[in-house]
């Protein structure tokens, strides 16, 4: 079936390192997977999207790396800052559907 | 630019009793979603619709759920009668069209079914 998952439940990062974060999806036909930052009482933030066509896209401060060859999909933080502290989620949409599949979520703790 | 709004914030209700929540999307934004979160977990898609028209609702429980967009603008989602398990923050989220990755959510209303 169509599943989107994270390996890591819980990050702690060094404030001013780096992160990464990981998802692992399980549908080969999807051709677009988004990230989303979501804070504590609010709703998910847009963060970054990748074509299926495409290896790597970077925005400010963030990467995100699509490996399709092994189904893993990466979102790397530069810097990280307090304010990045959230859960992560990635989502897939399907080829061919108009829904984005979202995955369980990686809660990122920065550590001053 | 406003964002999308969600009302009411927190709603608390017995089981088998029943709720609305309305949504109200950004200016122009032809599609429309409802999401259900469950706490330690991803959103989950129930209804998508284009304008007033459903895309997918392909996960939503028909039995106790409905969902309208009449105008093609707000929308209210409805559960009757509900259920311990309909604990959840339902998310309600907007997009210029269906194939624009970027959607805005709303904060959200948190049900709490007792």
């Known amino acids: 079936g169509e599943s989107v998952g994270l390996h890591l439940p819980t990050l702690s990062v060094q404030e001013g390192d780096n992160s990464i974060i990981n998802c692992a999806y399980s549908?080969?036909?999807?051709?677009?997977f988004i990230w989303y930052k979501q804070e504590s009482g609010k709703g998910p933030q847009f963060i970054i999207d990748?074509?299926?066509?495409?290896d790597k896209r970077q925005g400010q401060r963030v990467t995100v790396l699509l490996n399709k060859t092994v189904k893993h999909l990466s979102l790397q933080i530069a810097a990280t800052q307090p304010g990045d502290s959230a859960v992560y989620f990635c989502?897939?949409?399907?080829?061919?559907?108009?829904?984005?599949?979202f995955g369980t979520g990686t809660r990122l703790k920065v550590l001053a | 630019e406003a964002g999308v709004a969600q009302s009411p914030r927190y709603k608390i209700i017995e089981k088998r009793q029943s709720v609305a929540f309305w949504c109200n999307p950004i200016?122009?934004?032809?599609?429309l979603y409802w999401y259900q979160q469950i706490l330690g977990q991803g959103p989950k898609l129930l209804i998508q619709?284009?304008?007033?028209?459903?895309?997918?609702d392909s996960q939503l429980p028909k039995d106790r759920f409905s969902a309208e967009r009449l105008k093609g603008v707000d929308s209210t989602l409805k559960i009757q009668p509900a259920k311990l398990e309909d604990s959840a923050v339902y998310l309600c989220?907007?997009?210029?069209?269906?194939?624009?990755?970027?959607?805005?959510f709303g904060q959200g209303t948190r049900l709490t079914v007792v």
């Open positions: 990748i074509r299926s066509n495409m």
């Open positions: 989502a897939e949409k399907p080829s061919g559907t108009y829904k984005y599949i």
């Open positions: 989220a907007s997009s210029l069209g269906p194939l624009n990755t970027e959607a805005f």
């Open positions: 200016s122009g934004h032809a599609t």
């Open positions: 619709f284009q304008n007033n028209g459903v895309v997918d």
């Open positions: 549908n080969s036909a999807s051709d677009y």
